[in-house]
C-alpha cells in the first residue's frame, strides 16, 4: 500500500533550552522538552517524513529551522491515512493541554500555531495518541514502515 495524503504529528525532543532562528518568524527560545509538530502531507507522506529526518535539507519550513539543531530530534511520528486534511482539528485538541509556539507551522492556516511545547515526554506521547483516539481517526505510528517495506 502506498501512503499518500496524511496528516502527521511529529514528536519532537529539544534536549537543551535555547534560541533558534526561525527563518521570516526570527530567534524563538524553545525550551527543553517536547513538542508536537502538526503537519500534513497532501502528495505522499514517505518522501515527506524522510525529509523530516533527514539532517540534510534545504530549510523550507519553520520546523525545518528547528529540527536542524543539534540538540532537537524527532522521536516518534503518529500519522492518519486520509483525503481530509485535519491538521487544525488535531491542533486544536493538542494544543488544550500544552502551550502553543505562536505562529509557528500556520502559515497556510488561521491557526496560531502547529507546534505545541509539553515538558514531560510521556505527557507529550499520550496526548498525540489521545487525540487520534478521542477524534476516532485511525493512526500510526514509525513501525508502521517497517511493515510496508
Given at each position: ?130 487525540t487520534?483516539?478521542?477524534l ?14
Amino acid at each position: 500500500m502506498v501512503v499518500k495524503k496524511s496528516t502527521y504529528c511529529l514528536i519532537i525532543n529539544k534536549k537543551n533550552e535555547s534560541h533558534i532562528n526561525i527563518g521570516a518568524l526570527g530567534k524563538i527560545n524553545f525550551k527543553k522538552g517536547f513538542y508536537i509538530y502538526i503537519g500534513s502531507a497532501m502528495n505522499s507522506l514517505i518522501p515527506r517524513i524522510k525529509r523530516h529526518l533527514s539532517d540534510n535539507k534545504k530549510l523550507h519550513w519553520h520546523v525545518d529551522y528547528l529540527l536542524k539543531d543539534k540538540n532537537t530530534n524527532v522521536e516518534e511520528v503518529f500519522f492518519n491515512i486520509s483525503e481530509k486534511k485535519i491538521e487544525c482539528e488535531l491542533v486544536n485538541f493538542i494544543s488544550k493541554k500544552g502551550l502553543k509556539i505562536d505562529k509557528f507551522g500556520c502559515s497556510d492556516c488561521n491557526c496560531n500555531s502547529h507546534l505545541i511545547y509539553f515538558k514531560n515526554s510521556q505527557v507529550c506521547l499520550n496526548r498525540a495518541e489521545n487525540t487520534f483516539n478521542d477524534l476516532k481517526i485511525e493512526y500510526h505510528d514509525l513501525k508502521y514502515f517497517k511493515k510496508i517495506k
